[in-house]
């Protein structure tokens, strides 16, 4: 059965840098059929889609976050990462790691499986 | 790329029906038969109901449907049960491979 799991710094400084890792077990990042992707959530508040990535190095990012975000991926380790920088309180959030369905057309679409989730605070 | 407009909050008795709205534009949710469903219990990780506005995937309910007119797509619950007290999110492809939710809607079940 497919996992994901989060891993990463629980509590990032203002201005630094945001960084998180996906391990995929029970399946092959490298499958065609899939996207990988990151979507946060805020306390109290709704899902945001930060953006997806495809085993080849494929990326799709959030036009509100394109800026400030990278996803990478080591197909060797069966994981995706994230990094954000010049982070804010406002990136204090759970972050999960999620797998993609596919639109018709190739491009990430639903997400089918979660990982657990991952709470990052922003403070000094 | 403006969020999708959910109610805030929706409640039913048990065994009764309950619908939940979604409303974008016609570059998310009436541009595209990609709009997915999301059930979240507190303090868990948000579980797929609904995708291709109206599948299920296997191993949901089929008290779970969606459906999709104009720029509204909606999920629609049937035979309420305690269970399905969480919050809701519905999500669309909205162009140029992006995502965007909805604001989320909490289910209370009186």
Redesign the interface.
């Not at chain 2, 140029?96 to 989320?104: E, K, N, P, Q, Y």
């Given at each position: 059965q497919l996992q994901l799991q989060e891993s990463g710094p629980g509590l990032v400084k203002p201005s630094e840098t945001l960084s998180l890792t996906c391990t995929v077990s029970g399946g092959s990042i490298s499958s065609s059929s899939y996207y990988w992707g990151w979507?946060r959530q805020p306390p109290g508040k709704?899902?945001?889609?930060i953006g997806?990535i495809y085993y080849s190095g494929s990326t799709?990012?959030?036009?509100?976050l394109k800026s400030r975000v990278t996803i990478s991926v080591d197909t060797s380790k069966n994981q995706f990462s994230l990094k954000l920088s010049s982070v804010t309180a406002a990136d204090t959030a759970v972050y999960?790691c999620a797998r993609h369905?596919l639109?018709n057309w190739g491009?990430?679409?639903?997400?089918?499986v979660?990982?657990?989730?991952t709470t990052v605070t922003v403070s000094s | 790329?403006s969020?999708l407009t959910q109610p805030a909050s929706v409640s039913g008795s048990p065994g009764q029906s309950i619908t939940i709205s979604c409303t974008g534009t016609s570059s998310d949710v009436g541009g595209?038969n990609?709009v997915?469903w999301?059930q979240?219990h507190p303090g868990?990780?948000?579980?797929?109901m609904i995708?291709?506005v109206s599948k299920r995937?296997s191993g949901v309910s089929n008290r779970f449907s969606g459906s999709k007119s104009g720029n509204t797509a909606s999920l629609t619950i049937s035979g309420l049960q305690a269970e399905d007290e969480a919050d809701y999110?519905c999500?669309s492809?909205a162009g140029?491979?992006?995502?965007?939710?909805?604001?989320?809607t909490k289910l209370t079940v009186l």
């Open positions: 979507i709704g899902l945001e889609w997806s799709y990012y959030n036009p509100s999960y369905g639109a491009s990430p679409y639903y997400m089918d979660w990982g657990k989730g | 790329q969020a595209y990609y997915s999301y979240q868990k990780a948000p579980k797929l995708y291709d995937p999110y999500c492809y140029s491979s992006t995502l965007v939710f909805g604001g989320g």
